[in-house]
């Protein structure tokens, strides 16, 4: 049974850092597109950053404007990811939610219907 689980969500002050982190389970995900998205309230979720194999063999990073230059995503073997947050700010208020999915099909790696496994979030707090 495949499984996701996020860890290290928290309440931190705006202009600090959060670590977040998914692992999985129940198969190898190591040529799976592992991606974060999140969800702030009374709002559509939405892509934060993607790693994903490539034909070259290696692995591609990607990420919405909005946090481009202050998160970074990383594999941590090969069934978990990270996600780095740096200079925070109160906008990235959400619960995050770390998808896993092993083709993109005819949706792009930052469309949510891409992706065949979730996790239950883990919520991030950043105080102004």
């Known amino acids: 049974q495949v499984q996701l689980v996020e860890s290290g969500g928290g309440l931190v002050q705006a202009g600090g850092s959060l670590r977040l982190s998914c692992q999985a389970s129940?198969?190898?995900?190591?040529?799976?597109?592992m991606g974060w998205f999140r969800q702030a309230p009374g709002k559509e979720r939405e892509f934060v950053a993607v790693t994903r194999w490539t034909a070259e063999r290696t692995y591609y990073a990607d990420y919405a404007e909005s946090v481009k230059g202050r998160f970074t995503i990383g594999r941590d073997g090969e069934n978990a990811v990270l996600l780095q947050m740096n200079s925070v700010k109160p906008e990235d208020t959400a619960v995050y939610y770390c998808?896993?999915?092993?083709?993109?099909?005819?949706?792009?790696?930052?469309?949510?219907?891409?992706?065949?496994?979730w996790g239950q979030g883990t919520q991030v707090t950043v105080s102004s």
């Open positions: 998808g896993a999915t092993s083709r993109v099909g005819s949706y792009g790696f930052g469309d949510q219907m891409a992706y065949d496994y």
């Open positions: 129940g198969r190898t995900f190591s040529h799976y597109a």
